[in-house]
């Protein structure tokens, strides 16, 4: 079984330019996560998609973080405008469904460099 | 609000040598636990959760934790580390009432010396 794929693997912005990250779930996994994970720090979840609809999104800096699940499969993440405080590895994790019951499989990561 | 503490940052043990990981989480109900490993470059992989009943949990790669509910506490335990066993831990505590929800402890990195 193939696990989350994400890319890209490493990214190296300047403040104030714009980045995407993409994930691809497991197939079949109905629930999606982005987590950020500063250095030093455990991962702190950003949003939760279940389908193509949002159950979480609290902790999402909605002025310059945004992210889209349109076919219910794979998302993109998004950050315009990076700031220095963006830097860090970005998760996406799928589980099955939506309880905290159901293990979440991540992904490699994609660690975000901004200068 | 829940939270979850790792007491320690980095923790150096010798191969064979037996491990343990502390970790103490607030919540005010029965938390769902759980015990995720980070290698290098790597996502992260789950050891093994805890939800209810034996409050002893079994885990991948011969990880076994310990639920204490009046301690707070769900440490990490392993007889004899291996060397391929250095990596970063984190542990993490769910509310069953917010979806899939996790929150992470900041991790403790582990080393293992030969």
């Known amino acids: 079984e193939a696990g989350v794929a994400q890319s890209p693997r490493y990214k190296i912005i300047e403040k104030r330019q714009s980045v995407a990250f993409w994930c691809n779930p497991i197939s079949g996994h109905a629930t999606l996560y982005w987590y950020q994970q500063i250095l030093g720090q455990g991962p702190k979840l950003l949003i939760q998609f279940q389908n193509n609809g949002v159950v979480d999104d609290s902790q999402l800096p909605k002025d310059r973080f945004s992210a889209e699940r349109l076919k219910g499969v794979d998302s993109t993440l998004k950050i315009q405008p990076a700031k220095l405080e963006d830097s860090a590895v970005y998760l996406c994790?799928?589980?099955?469904?939506?309880?905290?019951?159901?293990?979440?499989?991540f992904g490699p990561g994609t660690r975000l460099t901004v200068l | 609000a829940q939270s979850v503490t790792q007491p320690d940052i980095h923790i150096t043990v010798s191969e064979g040598a037996s491990l343990e990981l502390r970790c103490n989480y607030s919540?005010?109900?029965?938390?769902?636990l759980f015990w995720y490993v980070q290698s290098p470059g790597q996502g992260l992989q789950l050891l093994l959760k805890?939800?209810?009943?034996?409050?002893l949990v079994q885990g991948i790669k011969g990880f076994e934790a310990e639920f204490k509910r009046s301690q707070s506490s769900f440490n990490l335990r392993k007889p004899s580390v291996h060397w391929s066993d250095a990596a970063e831990y984190f542990c993490a505590v769910g509310a069953g009432n917010q979806g899939g929800k996790l929150i992470f402890g900041q991790g403790t990195e582990l080393s293992v010396k030969p």
């Open positions: 805890y939800f209810s009943g034996d409050t």
């Open positions: 919540y005010g109900a029965t938390p769902y």
């Open positions: 994790a799928s589980s099955g469904a939506g309880s905290v019951a159901d293990t979440q499989y």
